[in-house]
Nanobody
Framework: QVQLVESGGGLVQAGGSLRLSCAASRSILSLSVMGWYRQAPGKLREFVAR???????YYTDGVKGRFTISRDNATNTVYLQMNSLTPEDTAVYYC?????WGQGTQVTVSS
């Protein structure tokens, strides 16, 4: 089991950037996969990005080229760098690992 705490959300104008952080309660070295989902109002939670222990990354098509996921094993943190944001990226973003989820962080992109 691992506890996850997200931060970094906020309000940004279209075209802007945000960096989300996900801090784990213990070492993430043993976690084979960590990643991000998001849930927009009235919609189902959807996959955004994931990163493996070895550093391989995978993104949903809608964020490829704009979002970058990374992990810092020294600080037990996973990041999601989000660039060229659009109003369609507005959602609560959740970090996950194993069967654990964070509480989410709100991202709002104004047009």
């Amino acid at each position: 089991q691992v506890q996850l705490v997200e931060s970094g959300g906020g309000l940004v104008q279209a075209g802007g950037s945000l960096r989300l952080s996900c801090a784990a309660s213990r070492s993430i070295l043993s976690l084979s996969v960590m990643g991000w989902y998001r849930q927009a109002p009235g919609k189902l939670r959807e996959f955004v990005a994931r990163i493996t222990r070895g550093g391989s990354t995978y993104y949903t098509d809608g964020v490829k080229g704009r979002f970058t996921i990374s992990r810092d094993n020294a600080t037990n943190t996973v990041y999601l760098q989000m660039n060229s944001l659009t109003p369609e990226d507005t959602a609560v973003y959740y970090c996950y690992a194993l069967d654990s989820w964070g509480q989410g962080t709100q991202v709002t992109v104004s047009s």
